[in-house]
């Protein structure tokens, strides 16, 4: 046996971010987490996600499978690289001239939070079996990740009744400014081959649509649109799922850096995750 790393193939985690739901999680996301202007404002200023759209998303993607799947070792260096480049970063306001770092911790909070919301929401809305306690369980095993990044655990939800009272919190500071409009744009239409803008516009767009859907009634009147029905939603999401699932895990798990199977390699055949060790 080698090293399980942070998470270990009996976490929640383990289990949940193998399923490709979470390719649709990550995007809503990214919606989310551009309504709060303080921190959207940081990733405009300071990314190359314009020119860069796929590797920004694939580098966000390779972080949450190191840390899920990687040694120990292997994440704490990828949380240690996240913190040195963000502790070398600011962002200014531009409507009162103040330069803040982008790790102020209530920034770095809100990423989180909107981050485990995003993920939680999608999967269980779309069939990923999952009790109400290993929800709690998840958003607990969490506090490793927000650790990571530079956070003090002790400062961060650790179940779902934390975390709506964080959001009831948070929601007066959140806005669709311009920042937040840019990034809308940019996941509806990322920049890409041209050759590959009908791939684009018949196949991501729906992903945006879905991911941008699957946002609280809230999130839907900040950037101005009519919240669709809950219901529908959830149909959508249900669908999306058993099409996604319906890949075999071992086509799915060969998209490089090949998280899954280099843990499996690494722990034996017991590491492949199961979901359905959850939701009993």
């Known amino acids: 046996m080698g090293d399980p790393g942070l998470f270990t193939p009996n976490s929640v985690t383990w289990q949940m971010h193998g399923d490709p739901m979470m390719w649709i999680a990550g995007v809503r996301a990214l919606y989310f987490q551009a309504l709060h202007p303080r921190a959207v404002r940081g990733v405009i200023q300071n990314s190359d996600f314009r020119h860069d759209a796929w590797g920004?998303?694939?580098r966000t993607a390779n972080f949450v499978g190191t840390i899920t799947y990687g040694t120990t070792e292997s994440a704490e260096r990828a949380g240690a690289r996240v913190r040195k480049i963000h502790s070398k970063l600011t962002a200014t306001d531009p409507d009162t001239g103040e330069e803040y770092p982008v790790d102020e911790p209530e920034l770095l909070?809100?990423?989180h939070c909107a981050e485990?919301?995003?993920y939680l929401s999608v999967m269980r809305r779309s069939g990923f079996r999952l009790t109400d306690a290993e929800a709690d369980r998840y958003i607990r095993e969490h506090l490793v990740s927000a650790r990571l990044v530079?956070?003090?655990p002790d400062a961060v939800p650790a179940d779902r009744a934390e975390l709506a009272a964080?959001?009831?919190k948070v929601r007066p500071e959140l806005a669709a400014g311009a920042e937040a409009r840019?990034?809308?744009?940019?996941?509806?239409?990322p920049p890409t081959h041209p050759l590959l803008v009908p791939a684009r516009d018949l196949v991501w767009r729906r992903v945006a649509h879905l991911a941008y859907a699957a946002l609280p009634p809230?999130?839907?009147e900040l950037y101005g649109r009519t919240a669709p029905e809950p219901a529908v939603v959830d149909r959508r999401l249900r669908t999306a799922g058993h099409v996604l699932?319906?890949?075999?895990?071992r086509v799915r798990w060969q998209l490089p850096p090949k998280h899954i199977l280099r843990a499996m390699a690494r722990l034996g055949p017991g590491a492949r995750p199961a979901p359905y060790k959850l939701g009993r």
């Open 166 to 168: 964080y959001f009831e």
């Open 150 to 152: 530079g956070l003090d």
């Open 218 to 220: 809230y999130a839907h």
């Open 116 to 118: 485990i919301d995003s």
């Open 109 to 111: 909070l809100w990423v």
């Open 182 to 189: 840019e990034v809308d744009d940019f996941l509806l239409r």
């Open 56 to 58: 920004r998303l694939l």
């Open 245 to 249: 699932r319906a890949i075999p895990e």
